[in-house]
């Protein structure tokens, strides 16, 4: 016998166990402006789209969130990165911004990263968080 999965039950235990760092995505707005002084450009012109709870999962991550949950609900994707949103976070859009501002965890290795969106969020009849996938940009120095 099957049992069924109530998706509201599982947003709300996935939203406490997993979705505990301070993301931050942001959508470039113009070009960067280059300062005549110095002979460097400047950062890009961005507008913040989203700033909450999330995190970023790599492809061990990922495995590891669907033992944790007892639930095998994602797939097998050819990005490396995923970001995780609750589902009233607003859509992020390709080539947005996305940081890793603050870390549950004390030695987190996605603080100092920066990843940029690849596609937009996926979408599902039944979904129980906005997963969106990830290409890393920079890596800590």
Same mark, same amino acid.
């Given at each position: 016998?099957?049992?069924?999965?109530?998706?509201?039950?599982?947003?709300?235990? $996935?939203?406490?166990?997993?979705?505990?760092?301070?993301?931050?995505?942001?959508?470039?707005?113009?070009?960067?402006? $280059?300062? +005549?002084?110095?002979? $460097?450009?400047?950062?890009?012109?961005?507008?913040?789209?989203?700033?909450?709870?999330?995190?970023?999962?790599?492809?061990?991550?990922?495995?590891?969130?669907?033992? $944790?949950?007892?639930?095998?609900?994602?797939?097998?994707?050819?990005?490396?990165?995923?970001?995780?949103?609750?589902?009233?976070?607003?859509?992020?859009?390709?080539?947005?911004?996305?940081? +890793?501002?603050?870390?549950?965890?004390?030695?987190?290795?996605?603080?100092?990263?920066?990843?940029?969106?690849?596609?937009?969020?996926?979408?599902?009849?039944?979904?129980?968080?906005?997963?969106?996938?990830?290409?890393?940009?920079?890596?800590?120095?």
């Amino acid at each position: 016998m099957t049992t069924a999965v109530d998706p509201e039950e599982a947003r709300q235990e $996935l939203e406490a166990k997993l979705l505990v760092d301070t993301v931050r995505i942001t959508h470039p707005t113009s070009t960067p402006v $280059l300062d +005549v002084v110095t002979g $460097l450009i400047g950062p890009v012109p961005v507008e913040l789209v989203y700033e909450g709870p999330g995190a970023v999962l790599s492809g061990h991550g990922q495995v590891t969130a669907q033992h $944790l949950l007892g639930l095998e609900w994602l797939d097998d994707t050819v990005s490396w990165y995923r970001l995780l949103t609750p589902i009233s976070a607003p859509l992020p859009a390709r080539y947005d911004r996305v940081e +890793v501002i603050a870390a549950a965890a004390e030695h987190s290795a996605t603080l100092g990263r920066v990843w940029q969106v690849l596609d937009p969020s996926e979408a599902s009849t039944v979904e129980i968080a906005r997963v969106t996938r990830l290409d890393e940009i920079t890596t800590p120095g």
